[in-house]
């Protein structure tokens, strides 16, 4: 039995392409799955992408595109081709109509970033939104099923509630993932891996419990046993 699950993302958040080399070397066979996101971007993000796929890894960019319907499509079509997995764009209705445009006869799965794993209440109320997180999840579930992309990522907690509402092959991809009393940094919706899966998602992205882990390889040994239902 191979050791590493396709639904847990290692997110490559760290200073520079050199450090998520060696931390896809020391992690090994444990991941077989990663997300590059805005940090690499500038910096060789995309020669490091293109390495993992080259290597037979599944590779989430996360970059979270927002603008123009005619810029939205056209840089979808661009990530279309290059190989990865999964990119994902803000869920707002004509984005992800754009996006699902541009990745059109592509194997690239599109999802939509519903609410930041970040915000609560008083955030979202802070920048204007009257909805609570899960109205704002719904709703935008609901707007992605419509636009026609692949999935949405939601915070473990809505997961349960958005999965009753989409088809199974629906990706609902979860961060904001700790192990039970693991240190939550910036997060405010989180769950542990298992319940996260239990909820209803497809994938679960973690970063620092892994990423800045002393052991990363164990670290994620230790996630993906949580996952599948171990302690
Ligand atoms: O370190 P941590 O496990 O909190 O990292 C979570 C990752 O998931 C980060 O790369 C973050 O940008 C990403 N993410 C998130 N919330 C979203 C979408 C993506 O935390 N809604």
Redesign the pocket.
Known sequence: MTRADPRLYV?L?LPGVEEARALTAAIGDAVISY?I?LQLLPIGGMDLARELIDQGKHVFL?FKFHDIDATVEKAVRSVAGLGADIL?VHARPDVMAAAARGKAGSGLRVIG??????LNKPALEAIGYTDDAQSLVMRRTQQALDAGVDGI???PLEAAAARKIVPDDFLIVT???RMPGGDK???KRVATPFDAIKNGASHI?????I?AARDPRAAAIAITANMRGGS
């Open positions: 997110a958040d997300k996101g996360d994902t970033v519903t609410v930041l794993t970040s990522v939601s915070s961060p904001g993932v940094g910036d997060q992205v973690v970063g620092r419990p990423n």
